[in-house]
């Protein structure tokens, strides 16, 4: 069973930033596309970042210039990297996977069962 871990969330200042780590565990085959979702409470989850298995990868308006997704296949970890961060980017992120397609959901508000596996989220809190 195919499971995947957030890390590396915390506290930061306006203008600084951070970068999220997702490890996949179990035997996850090579054609899985992973995302990025971030999340208010009592807000939808909105997916920001995602790429597919042959590399393409698809951004939101909203972090777009300012975040950056990419892959270790070695380690099985799928990274988002984020600078220039904002109090707006005070969210709770998550890591999902799934065996199709998935920068379809990127700028859009999802439910969970859009993705096949979700981790359990980090908070990320940007002071102003």
Request: one cysteine or more; charged letters at 20%.
């Amino acid at each position: 069973q195919v499971q995947v871990t957030e890390s590396g969330g915390g506290s930061v200042e306006a203008g600084g930033s951070l970068r999220l780590s997702c490890t996949a565990s179990g035997n996850m085959p090579s054609d899985w596309c992973m995302a990025w979702f971030r999340q208010a409470q009592g807000q939808d989850r909105e997916a920001i970042a995602a790429v597919d298995w042959d590399g393409r990868i698809k951004y939101a308006n909203s972090v777009k210039g300012r975040f950056s997704i990419s892959q270790d296949d070695a380690k099985k970890t799928t990274y988002l990297e984020m600078t220039s961060l904002k109090p707006e980017d005070s969210r709770t992120y998550y890591c999902a996977a799934d065996s199709d397609a998935c920068t379809v959901w990127v700028g859009h508000s999802v439910s969970p069962d859009a993705m096949d596996v979700w981790g359990q989220g980090t908070l990320v809190s940007v002071s102003a």
